[in-house]
């Protein structure tokens, strides 16, 4: 036993006290012997630390194991007074030990009987107020006490080892963790330490059982989720900004979140890791947007602490997971506002600084961003719209001659014109200039109008336009009453997404498509010719056309779709199914429309993995179309060679045909 455990030490009390104290830890002391040695303990006003220390013998003698009521006890009525006695004796003694400042050396003796006790209470609390027990501190008091008895010894490593984290003693974290908004410093310093602490020591053996206990303590795991806000804006927004005690907090709660998740930390990220329950309930409390904010302030910490940027990897590596998982067009917007490319930047511009292999992962997951994310969510109304509201934050970093020296300017410059060039799209969207326009889904009729001129959309698949009810009739009867009910999925509506996407998201991806066609005009009716020059003339095959909007610079693939029944091009081979009637209908469309109706189609990353719409090319001429095919012919023929001169010929062929009206 610890010298200061033994009850000889009672001796140092003064006389006036010393019997007084003494009785409560005789065979025949009572709750009210406790007690009274809890209360002069508190009161008299002269003892000093050493004479204050003296108590403890006496308490440690109160929190026998051996007293704690049994199962049996607790359902006996005739043991109930022995029991009730033996809880308030305990009850007072745990009070003072947890507000006793002992030795650091005591704790491996000390820590078994106030875990005993402890725990004991915590599980039966309830149980005893409801039978009449008093003398139980306020929730709140009793557990930031224990979780101040237990920051009083995590640095000892004796007493850590005997410490048994199991899943109670983090219920019983979890329950001091729900007071931090109500406690102030040094209180609230000393909470987040303990909890980053044990958070850190947690990750070598993440336990299914503590994580439920958590979950369970704190009511659900919204709430748990809702501590993890708590404790990271607290975090970041304390009062240790001067320190590098942050910095170690946020690391800790990462790995946290990640292993609590039941994803180890080494795996997120990777393509076959998914989200689980602990992120889900996160992200929809906004935690990658407090991702980015502990973003700026660790890339302010990075001077002043060497950890700040294994941290910064660490949470870059949580945010693309998240956003890799959940639909960019709602997440994106959020984080941009919040001050994502800024911190990209700011990182980009600090990265120089660090050690070559940290250089080289942060540079990676940066070009990740650049190269994928980003692009990808350019994609979409909303986030272009984010953008053009944070590029000035964004111009003033980049535009530093610090940050043109660096090996991602040039990527940063081509990310910068490729969102330019989405922001020109939704100034034209907005413009007093812009009409819409539809064409007509009869596939004998084809025209062209103003959006506001058509008939109306089919009321049941909600997908295809008419100009007129004579044209929406013949279609019906032409073979769309087989189709109607298939299209769900393929063509860009309001219910091909989940979740959906705005009438304003659409038409944005429209004209950006749009754009994209008019600046690869060239180069995509290149690849047509080439393809067409190596297949028979006859039976004439059918083009489908892929836009990748999932990296910079976007993508264009052309194919050939097979004859009947018609099979889908091996670039979305994994994507769509082959033998679905939506397909089957859009495919037979675009091959009776024959020049009017080219099969266009966009792939954008939206959630888990790329999502494929289906978008025709309308024309109000076949000009263009016959014109690709005749130059294919010459080309087969030996009349044009080398590509070259295929180039010269297609931008003739565009030159002569620039009247041709085009839309999606």
Known sequence: MHPVLQMKNIRRLPPSIRDIVSKAAGKSRTSTDVATARRILDVHPSLSSSQRLAFLPVFFANLDPEKIPTSDDLDNPLRQPVTREDVLCALSSLDAVLNLT???DVGPSLWPRVWAWFDFVHVHRDLFIGIGVTGFPPEKIFYLNFIKFVDAFRCHSATRTVISTGPRFWACLVKGWMFLP???????TTLLQTLADFFGGMIAHPEASSVEAMVQAA?????????????????????LLGTAIPVTYIHHILLFITSADGCPPRLVGHPSARLGPLIISLCLQDFPSELVSTLLFLCDRWQHDEQAPMVIENCITLLEHMILRLPANVLLSAL?????????????????SGTEARRVKLHYQIRSFLHQILPAGLA?????????????????????QDFKGSPLSGEWDDFCILAEDRAAVLDEYFSDDYVASKACDNSKCGSIKEADSMAGCCSGCQAFYYCSRECQIADWRAGHREYCDSHEHLLLTQHSANPKLTFKERS????????TYFKMQRSIYAQQVKILAALPADPPPLLFTLFDFCKLPPGVNVEVVGAEPPEVPDCIADIVDPFSDEWV????????GRGRADLHAVQLLNGLGPHVWIIPLRSGSAAIYEAVRRLADRVRNGEVEGETEILDAVDGILTEHEDVLEIY
């Open 182 to 188: 109500e406690i102030d410093d040094p209180l609230r």
């Open 380 to 400: 979409f109304y909303h986030v272009v719209s984010s953008f053009e509201k944070s590029y000035p934050a964004l111009d003033e970093i980049v535009s530093q």
């Open 219 to 239: 009511g659900s795991v919204e709430d748990l989720a809702s501590l993890i806000l708590l404790f990271v804006r607290t975090t970041i927004n304390g009062p």
């Open 336 to 352: 941009i506002d919040r001050g994502l490319l800024r911190a990209l930047a700011l990182i980009t511009l600090k990265c120089g």
């Open 102 to 104: 002992a030795p650091e």
């Open 508 to 515: 944005f991806i429209r004209m950006m498509l749009l754009q």
């Open 585 to 592: 209908d859009i495919a037979s469309r675009a091959e009776s």
